[in-house]
């Protein structure tokens, strides 16, 4: 403790006070501890995300959806005093994983009574301290049911994109990471971001560019273990940094570089940077397969272009080379249709279609026991002599025909023995 009115002994650096606080205050000036608190606190500072798996080129990549194991799904429905529905959904993982609070998960293969409930997109809402449950909220339905048989069910996290890494970030991971049984990243140990594309991928270096870049080399599309480990970016926050953030006293406004504060000039292009990179996804691209499973609601006409020329001959229409095929809807390998606007729909077993005119190439009659088809049918018959087709059958058999009124006429459908 300090002698009175003797003060303090340099070599001590204020190991006499009893009071570090009061002390740093009367030497710097009223709230100097204060600042130095969180200076400290900033210091700390760590983002996470977990691993998702390493692309074709030995990045860790973040890009697409994460399968994630589960072991069981649980909806609780909830209806208020005020009539206001709502279920909370709990998903069980089967190892834990880091998912946090808004990120943006996937159910699908859910089958039965809760398929159009449970199946879609929903924002994760609450996580468990072990990482191992995770709840989301569907408003204005109440519903219960608990899923402990997953088979054919999947749970996926989308891909990220907001945690940017650039060149010599310091990155730690929670645990001991191998490939095959080689160690490839251990705890406790700081990695530094050699390669990057800022959104999505990087790749770890054991040292700095200050010394060069020691760059760890794994196969592309290597299988880690574990593979739910969790990377840890440090992101502390020094002077420098806090100066860079402060306006400056003086700003030339001559140089029009951008409009408004630099806060909104930085937040302009994170916005611009976002919706390129959101219509990327969604454009035709040369290098990347843009299929979505999404579904698609229209009202009238789609017109389906043919810029190419493909349905100027009938090999380009009928050819199965994908870059030969003329503009439709295919079915595998199989061209169903030559424009969305299909004029069939299915009723109960059957299929009903309000077209006036219906091309049939086979007809199949089907009653549960008796069923028979008809192959070969064309329309390329234009005059029928009522009196040869009468001799020319030596069997019939009587159908009824029914309408979408329940009116019923009898036919006879002609045979020949074969």
């Given at each position: 403790?300090?002698?009175?009115?003797?003060?303090?002994?340099?070599?001590?650096?204020?190991?006499?006070?009893?009071?570090?606080?009061?002390?740093?205050?009367?030497?710097?000036?009223?709230?100097?501890?204060?600042?130095?608190?969180?200076?400290?606190?900033?210091?700390?500072?760590?983002?996470?995300?977990?691993?998702?798996?390493?692309?074709?080129?030995?990045?860790?990549?973040?890009?697409?959806?994460?399968?994630?194991?589960?072991?069981?799904?649980?909806?609780?429905?909830?209806?208020?005093?005020?009539?206001?529905?709502?279920?909370?959904?709990?998903?069980?993982?089967?190892?834990?994983?880091?998912?946090?609070?808004?990120?943006?998960?996937?159910?699908?293969?859910?089958?039965?009574?809760?398929?159009?409930?449970?199946?879609?997109?929903?924002?994760?809402?609450?996580?468990?301290?072990?990482?191992?449950?995770?709840?989301?909220?569907?408003?204005?339905?109440?519903?219960?049911?608990?899923?402990?048989?997953?088979?054919?069910?999947?749970?996926?996290?989308?891909?990220?994109?907001?945690?940017?890494?650039?060149?010599?970030?310091?990155?730690?991971?929670?645990?001991?990471?191998?490939?095959?049984?080689?160690?490839?990243?251990?705890?406790?140990?700081?990695?530094?971001?050699?390669?990057?594309?800022?959104?999505?991928?990087?790749?770890?270096?054991?040292?700095?560019?200050?010394?060069?870049?020691?760059?760890?080399?794994?196969?592309?599309?290597?299988?880690?273990?574990?593979?739910?480990?969790?990377?840890?970016?440090?992101?502390?926050?020094?002077?420098?940094?806090?100066?860079?953030?402060?306006?400056?006293?003086?700003?030339?406004?001559?140089?029009?570089?951008?409009?408004?504060?630099?806060?909104?000039?930085?937040?302009?292009?994170?916005?611009?940077?976002?919706?390129?990179?959101?219509?990327?996804?969604?454009?035709?691209?040369?290098?990347?397969?843009?299929?979505?499973?999404?579904?698609?609601?229209?009202?009238?006409?789609?017109?389906?272009?043919?810029?190419?020329?493909?349905?100027?001959?009938?090999?380009?229409?009928?050819?199965?080379?994908?870059?030969?095929?003329?503009?439709?809807?295919?079915?595998?390998?199989?061209?169903?249709?030559?424009?969305?606007?299909?004029?069939?729909?299915?009723?109960?077993?059957?299929?009903?279609?309000?077209?006036?005119?219906?091309?049939?190439?086979?007809?199949?009659?089907?009653?549960?026991?008796?069923?028979?088809?008809?192959?070969?049918?064309?329309?390329?018959?234009?005059?029928?002599?009522p009196e040869e087709v009468a001799t020319s059958f030596t069997h019939k058999i009587p159908v009824k025909i029914q309408d979408a009124n329940g009116n019923q006429e009898s036919y006879f459908?002609?045979?020949?023995?074969?």
């Amino acid at each position: 403790m300090a002698i009175q009115n003797q003060g303090f002994r340099r070599d001590l650096n204020l190991l006499e006070t009893e009071d570090d606080r009061n002390a740093l205050d009367n030497l710097a000036g009223a709230g100097t501890n204060k600042d130095l608190a969180f200076l400290q606190n900033n210091l700390r500072n760590t983002s996470s995300i977990p691993f998702y798996a390493v692309d074709s080129d030995g990045f860790f990549s973040t890009a697409d959806n994460r399968v994630i194991g589960i072991s069981g799904i649980t909806a609780t429905g909830d209806t208020d005093d005020d009539g206001n529905k709502s279920t909370t959904v709990k998903v069980t993982l089967v190892n834990p994983f880091l998912i946090k609070f808004g990120d943006l998960v996937k159910i699908s293969g859910v089958t039965g009574s809760g398929s159009e409930i449970l199946n879609g997109n929903f924002t994760v809402r609450g996580t468990s301290d072990d990482l191992k449950n995770y709840t989301f909220t569907i408003a204005d339905i109440d519903y219960s049911e608990t899923i402990t048989d997953i088979t054919g069910i999947t749970f996926s996290m989308f891909s990220l994109d907001i945690f940017a890494f650039t060149k010599d970030d310091v990155v730690n991971v929670n645990e001991e990471v191998k490939l095959a049984s080689t160690t490839v990243l251990s705890p406790n140990i700081n990695y530094y971001v050699s390669e990057t594309d800022g959104l999505s991928k990087f790749k770890l270096s054991t040292t700095s560019s200050t010394v060069g870049f020691n760059t760890i080399t794994i196969t592309g599309g290597a299988s880690l273990t574990p593979d739910n480990f969790i990377f840890s970016r440090q992101d502390a926050v020094h002077q420098r940094q806090i100066i860079n953030y402060i306006q400056p006293e003086i700003q030339d406004n001559d140089f029009e570089y951008f409009a408004g504060t630099i806060n909104q000039s930085i937040d302009s292009t994170q916005a611009s940077i976002e919706s390129a990179e959101y219509f990327m996804g969604k454009k035709y691209r040369g290098d990347k397969d843009t299929n979505v499973d999404d579904q698609l609601k229209f009202e009238g006409s789609v017109v389906i272009n043919d810029p190419a020329d493909y349905n100027s001959t009938s090999d380009k229409v009928l050819g199965n080379t994908p870059v030969r095929r003329s503009p439709g809807v295919y079915i595998g390998d199989t061209r169903a249709f030559s424009s969305d606007n299909n004029p069939w729909n299915k009723v109960g077993t059957a299929l009903a279609t309000s077209s006036d005119e219906v091309s049939i190439g086979e007809l199949t009659f089907l009653d549960g026991t008796n069923s028979m088809t008809i192959t070969g049918i064309d329309n390329d018959v234009s005059t029928v002599n009522p009196e040869e087709v009468a001799t020319s059958f030596t069997h019939k058999i009587p159908v009824k025909i029914q309408d979408a009124n329940g009116n019923q006429e009898s036919y006879f459908l002609l045979l020949t023995e074969n």
